[in-house]
T-cell receptor, first 111, second 111 residues
């Protein structure tokens, strides 16, 4: 089955700096790649997603890039703010299958 | 605002008790999922359903059971709670199997 590796497991950045989280997947048939943000005491919330026919997608300060050849995708957060502190999960999915989640990255933005 | 609700939010219960964690969604989603989240953050799929009267076991073996008698309701039951069942339980739903909507979770402590 699909395997998703996520790195780093923890990430500490200074407010205003950029944060990058990387994920690799194993199933070349995967075609959907969402990112979730989980704040303390809440469930994960979808923040951005990308499909395999697109190389990059942006939404304000967050962007996701996909390299299908290398089977990896990344989340980029620019101009980080304290409210960006949370746990982030990547996931991948092949058609008809369930999402497979990465292990999570705990992001701390220091003021 | 997510339209998926989990109750209770917190539950402390004694060993051997039977418990049911409730999950309801008002979005008419056919697909629903239960995840167990350990303190290390990882999300482990324990049950899923693709529609009424359809339930399947997930990737992580669990002593819990689920039922899906109505589209909007997907309760999880533990017949005899044990300390090893202490965890955070997250319910999610999806219309297409892509973007999941998560509830806020139930934090279960078995003493």
């Amino acid at each position: 089955g699909e395997n998703v590796e996520q790195h780093p497991s923890t990430l500490s950045v200074q407010e205003g700096d950029s944060a990058v989280i990387k994920c690799t997947y194993s199933d070349s048939a995967s075609n959907y790649f969402p990112w979730y943000k989980q704040e303390l005491g809440k469930g994960p919330q979808l923040i951005i997603d990308i499909r395999s026919n697109v190389g990059e997608k942006k939404d304000q300060r967050i962007a996701v890039t996909l390299n299908k050849t290398a089977k990896h995708f990344s989340l980029h957060i620019t101009e980080t703010q304290p409210e960006d502190s949370a746990v982030y999960f990547c996931a991948s999915k092949a058609a008809g299958n369930k999402l497979t989640f990465g292990g999570g990255t705990r992001v701390l933005v220091k003021p | 605002e997510a339209d998926i609700y989990q109750t209770p939010r917190y539950l402390v219960i004694g060993t051997g008790k039977k418990i049911t964690l409730e999950c309801s969604q008002t979005m008419g989603h056919d697909k629903m999922y239960w995840y167990q989240q350990d303190p290390g953050m990882e999300l482990h799929l324990i049950h899923y359903s693709y529609g009424v009267n359809s339930t399947e076991k997930g990737d992580l073996s669990s002593e819990s059971t689920v039922s899906r008698i109505r589209t909007e309701h997907f309760p999880l039951t533990l017949e005899s709670a044990r300390p090893s069942h202490t965890s955070q339980y997250l319910c999610a739903s999806s219309v297409s199997g892509d973007g999941y909507t998560f509830g806020s979770g139930t934090r279960l402590t078995v003493v």
